[in-house]
């Protein structure tokens, strides 16, 4: 686990003090409707950070609700610099981003942060990734997966093959290296958001809603869970061992918390 969640700076000479939540936006674990709380909740406690590339109506930092002006600063090394500012001033702060864990140390240094994240039945999250792709009119950011988006888009990969391709499986395993899931201070899940928002609501020492406000819902999903085949299930079940072992360890984990309070 983290070791408190106080990270050190040297900014112009000086060395800070406080804390910093790296909230790590796994794609389609409802991340945008986390966004919404943070913006509605934990801002009005101390600064969020979102950066999600120049030119996302999310990017930037945002206190009390509001995304506060900062003319010029477009880039994330600028905001990041006013943000750690900010965080400063208020002895907190918390910021979100499609960042790998090892970005977020990169940038921010040292191994002390505090970070969170959100987790979803890995056939789920895949299932959910593609038929959003399917419907999607933006290309991904990330440049080295849009040959395969445009191969989901005319129908020329199947889910299983998505599922099973090298860009798309042990997607939560990639997204946490070099840590594990020990190194991380929340999981939620997002099939068990009461539970995970008390959890949250602990860390973060306010109080949460009890459910996230969905937002970005796959049109095509007509029914809490999609249905697939047995055979599809297994198939991208065995090439993500361990995304399923890091959200049973994660589940398990919420469980235990949620029993000692």
Same mark, same amino acid.
Request: one cysteine or more; glycine letters at 6%.
């Given at each position: 686990?983290?070791?408190?969640?106080?990270?050190?700076?040297?900014?112009?000479?000086? &060395? +800070?003090?406080?804390? +910093?939540?790296?909230? &790590?936006?796994? =794609?389609?674990?409802?991340?945008?409707?986390? =966004?919404? /709380?943070?913006?509605?909740? &934990?801002?009005?406690?101390?600064?969020?950070?979102?950066?999600?590339?120049?030119?996302?109506? /999310?990017?930037?930092?945002?206190?009390?609700?509001?995304?506060?002006?900062?003319?010029?600063?477009?880039?994330? #090394?600028?905001?990041?610099?006013?943000?750690?500012?900010? =965080?400063?001033? $208020?002895?907190?702060?918390?910021?979100?981003?499609?960042?790998?864990?090892? #970005?977020?140390?990169?940038?921010?240094?040292? @191994?002390?942060?505090?970070?969170?994240?959100?987790?979803?039945?890995?056939?789920?999250?895949?299932?959910?990734?593609?038929?959003?792709?399917?419907?999607?009119?933006?290309?991904?950011?990330?440049?080295?997966?849009?040959?395969?988006?445009?191969?989901?888009?005319?129908?020329?990969?199947? /889910?299983?093959?998505?599922?099973?391709?090298?860009?798309?499986?042990?997607?939560?395993?990639?997204?946490?290296?070099?840590? @594990?899931?020990?190194? +991380?201070?929340?999981?939620?899940?997002?099939?068990?958001? #009461?539970?995970?928002? %008390?959890?949250?609501? %602990?860390?973060?020492?306010?109080?949460?809603? #009890?459910?996230?406000?969905?937002?970005?819902?796959?049109?095509?999903?007509?029914?809490?869970?999609?249905? /697939?085949?047995?055979?599809?299930?297994?198939? +991208?079940?065995?090439? $993500?061992?361990?995304?399923?072992?890091?959200?049973?360890?994660?589940? =398990? %984990?919420?469980?235990?918390? @949620?029993?000692?309070?």
């Amino acid at each position: 686990m983290s070791s408190g969640g106080a990270t050190f700076r040297r900014i112009v000479g000086r &060395v +800070i003090f406080m804390r +910093i939540f790296a909230s &790590v936006h796994m =794609a389609k674990t409802a991340g945008s409707s986390f =966004a919404q /709380l943070l913006i509605d909740v &934990v801002s009005h406690q101390f600064p969020v950070f979102f950066y999600y590339g120049t030119g996302h109506p /999310l990017t930037g930092i945002w206190s009390a609700g509001a995304r506060l002006e900062a003319k010029g600063a477009e880039s994330s #090394e600028r905001l990041t610099e006013i943000f750690i500012q900010q =965080a400063e001033r $208020n002895g907190a702060g918390l910021v979100q981003a499609h960042w790998l864990v090892s #970005e977020f140390l990169e940038i921010f240094g040292g @191994d002390t942060l505090d970070f969170i994240t959100w987790l979803r039945d890995p056939v789920q999250r895949i299932c959910s990734m593609y038929f959003f792709w399917k419907d999607s009119k933006f290309e991904p950011r990330r440049p080295e997966v849009r040959e395969l988006f445009w191969a989901v888009k005319s129908d020329r990969c199947s /889910l299983l093959e998505f599922g099973t391709h090298p860009q798309i499986r042990d997607y939560y395993r990639n997204v946490l290296a070099p840590l @594990d899931l020990e190194a +991380i201070s929340f999981a939620g899940i997002f099939e068990r958001q #009461e539970v995970s928002l %008390r959890c949250l609501s %602990r860390l973060l020492g306010m109080t949460l809603p #009890e459910r996230l406000q969905l937002k970005n819902i796959t049109k095509r999903k007509q029914t809490p869970t999609y249905s /697939l085949s047995k055979e599809v299930e297994e198939g +991208i079940l065995a090439h $993500n061992v361990s995304d399923a072992a890091i959200y049973a360890a994660a589940l =398990a %984990r919420l469980d235990q918390l @949620d029993s000692e309070t």
